[in-house]
């Protein structure tokens, strides 16, 4: 048994997010925290709301509340969302919460300490029609190095590089539209990066055979184009105040407190178990150092969690963990452009929620997970594969051998005869493909982890039209009863393997078989390939009930009647 530490990228506070969030992060991780558990390892899969910056404090205002209230109840809409989702958090936090504050502030001061934070002063974008100092994201204009027309002042999302405000040609602001900006003189605090760059650079080569790709070319091209020191506080009041004269009304940027908030809530569930789940064993030194850190997030967040985090922790001369492992996603991209929360742009989760229940969502993105590439959302590809694999494989084969079983031998497992040849080879094929399956999850190769587990799915189908047992029944019962048993096995199997991606209905296919010893929660393990070969778990003589239909089938007139409803070309 290891440890595993899983963090995916905060999801940002500013409304319900849309299944490219989902996929891009919090998915993949809740996907390989199951299978881990399921595995007998200790997992800590945390993660928690980023809640500080201006786009909270704008939308705080413009729905008439404290931005703290705010914050609170979309932080708990969140929540929920996710529960909704089955995604099996450890503990989900908030960045605002006290023990961030201590953390980020006590960073802060070790950074200082070791002359890695310096003042200075600088020419800050002041928008007279807007009354303040404009934070850089609410300065909009053409990227410098891309051409890219809307680019903002932290980073050009076209061309992922960082910049300031003041890069950008023809800026504007944000909030107001004026084109009437000022640049006046202010104090800021920069982490200086630079000094940090080549203990960044060494640790980045170390993981240059083990990373994704994706995330160690993002890393190097961010460490190449030189590491610039970086402001690390922003004019705001909602944040993490800043402990220094002269920095009232001032706080951290939220790009510096929301990788800490890892810690953050890490702490806030020690605190609140008491201080049983000890969380600097899974942080600090030595009681740390048996702990596999994994961090999932898309490209986005690559440079800050590859390169920035890591040189704060390398900064304060303490003994944090670093990441040993940083999953990387592409976009997925709904029609022609990405998901946005800010343009209000693909399919929420609450929405998705509505029409299907989490499942049917949960395998097409891990199905479709931007890995090697984008992909897209469409509403066509996702009825066709939910009908096809969901409906159509799994979901037919669990019923079609049920149903038929219990109108032949009533509701117990039926004996039938000794397993023969064609089930020998499907022992073994199964047991090959849960190998296959099993090394996809391990490589965290999502998108190969759920082709193995709709090739199980349809060995099965397989297996029954070769066996044919409404054929097999008028000659042989035996021989039908043992082709059901051997089907039943596989319900079996699947009720075990499907849970990290389908985990609701692993947990309906579990009560397909409600005697059957080692499916409680915390008992269930992942079979041998030995155990799955032999597919004889499920005893003959064994009670087992008939599930509702596992999915309905995607039809023309949802199809269109959901077009419609998210605009769909
Ligand atoms: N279309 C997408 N596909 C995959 N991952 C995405 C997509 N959009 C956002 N993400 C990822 O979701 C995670 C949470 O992001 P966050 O809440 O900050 O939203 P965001 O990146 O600002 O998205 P948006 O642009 O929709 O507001 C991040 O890891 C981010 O990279
Ligand atoms: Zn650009």
């Known amino acids: 048994m290891a440890r595993y530490l899983i963090t995916s990228a905060l999801p940002y506070i500013n409304g319900i997010?849309?299944?490219?969030?989902?996929?891009?992060?919090?998915?993949?991780?809740?996907v390989y925290s199951r299978y881990l558990r399921l595995r007998g390892h200790e997992v800590l899969y945390i993660c928690a709301t980023d809640e500080h910056g201006t786009p909270a404090e704008l939308a705080a205002k413009e729905a008439g509340l404290s931005v703290e209230e705010f914050c609170r109840r979309q932080?708990?809409?969140q929540a929920e969302v996710y529960r909704g989702f089955a995604l099996s958090f450890d503990?989900?936090?908030?960045?605002?919460?006290?023990?961030?504050?201590?953390?980020?502030?006590?960073?802060?001061?070790?950074l200082t300490e070791n002359g890695l934070i310096e003042e200075r002063s600088i020419q800050q974008v002041y928008s007279p029609a807007d009354g303040r100092f404009l934070p850089d994201r609410y300065v909009i204009g053409t990227c410098p190095h891309c051409g890219y027309d809307r680019a903002r002042g932290d980073q050009c999302e076209n061309c992922t590089r960082l910049l300031d405000p003041t890069d950008l040609i023809e800026p504007r602001s944000a909030v107001s539209g004026s084109t009437e900006l000022e640049v006046r003189e202010t104090r800021h605090l920069y982490l200086r990066q630079s000094q940090l760059a080549e203990r960044v650079r060494a640790w980045i080569e170390t993981k240059q055979d083990s990373w994704p790709v994706l995330t160690t070319s993002i890393a190097m091209k961010w460490l190449n184009e030189g590491l610039e020191d970086r402001g690390i506080t922003r004019d705001l009041d909602w944040g993490v105040p800043v402990e220094r004269e002269g920095y009232e009304g001032k706080v951290y940027y939220v790009w510096f407190d929301a990788p800490i908030e890892y810690i953050g809530a890490t702490k806030e569930l020690s605190d609140s178990t008491g201080g049983e789940i000890d969380w600097r064993s899974w942080w600090r030194g030595e009681a740390a150092e048996d702990v596999t850190y994994v961090q999932f997030m898309a490209k986005d967040n690559i440079p800050f969690h590859s390169v920035m985090f890591p040189a704060m922790q390398m900064g304060t001369g303490e003994d944090w963990k670093l990441a040993d492992y940083i999953k990387g996603f592409n976009w997925l991209n709904y029609y022609g452009g990405k998901f946005s929360t800010s343009q209000n742009y693909g399919i929420f989760l609450d929405q998705a929620l509505?029409?299907?229940?989490?499942?049917?969502?949960?395998?097409?993105?891990?199905?479709?997970?931007?890995?090697?590439?984008?992909?897209?959302?469409?509403?066509?590809?996702?009825?066709?594969?939910?009908?096809?694999?969901?409906?159509?494989?799994?979901?037919?084969f669990v019923n079609r051998v049920l149903t038929f079983s219990r109108k032949r031998f009533g509701d117990q497992v039926p004996a039938g005869g000794q397993p023969g040849e064609v089930e020998a080879r499907l022992g073994e094929r199964v047991a090959a493909m849960l190998g296959d399956y099993s090394e996809a999850l391990d490589g965290m190769q999502f998108r190969k982890a759920a082709q193995a587990l709709r090739a199980l799915w349809s060995e099965a189908n397989g297996y029954l039209e070769q066996k044919a047992p409404w054929q097999e029944i008028k000659t042989d019962p035996e021989a039908a009863a043992l082709t059901l048993r051997t089907a039943m096995n596989l319900i079996q199997l699947f009720a075990q393997v499907s849970e990290p991606i389908v985990p609701d209905t692993a947990a309906r296919l579990r009560g397909v078989f409600p005697g059957l010893a080692g499916t409680e929660d915390g008992q269930r393990t992942w079979p041998t390939p030995e155990r799955a070969a032999a597919l004889d778990t499920v005893p003959a003589g064994a009670d087992f009930t008939v599930p509702e239909v596992l999915f309905r089938k995607i039809t023309d007139d949802d199809l269109a009647a959901w077009r419609d409803r998210f605009g769909a070309q």
Do not use: C, I
């Open 17 to 30: 997010k849309h299944l490219g969030n989902l996929v891009g992060s919090m998915l993949p991780a809740d």
């Open 75 to 77: 932080h708990d809409l």
């Open 91 to 110: 503990y989900f936090g908030r960045s605002s919460s006290a023990q961030n504050r201590e953390l980020t502030q006590h960073f802060g001061r070790r």
């Open 354 to 396: 509505e029409l299907l229940p989490a499942d049917y969502w949960r395998y097409f993105l891990m199905a479709n997970a931007p890995e090697s590439d984008d992909t897209s959302f469409t509403w066509e590809l996702f009825a066709a594969q939910v009908n096809k694999d969901l409906a159509d494989t799994l979901g037919n």
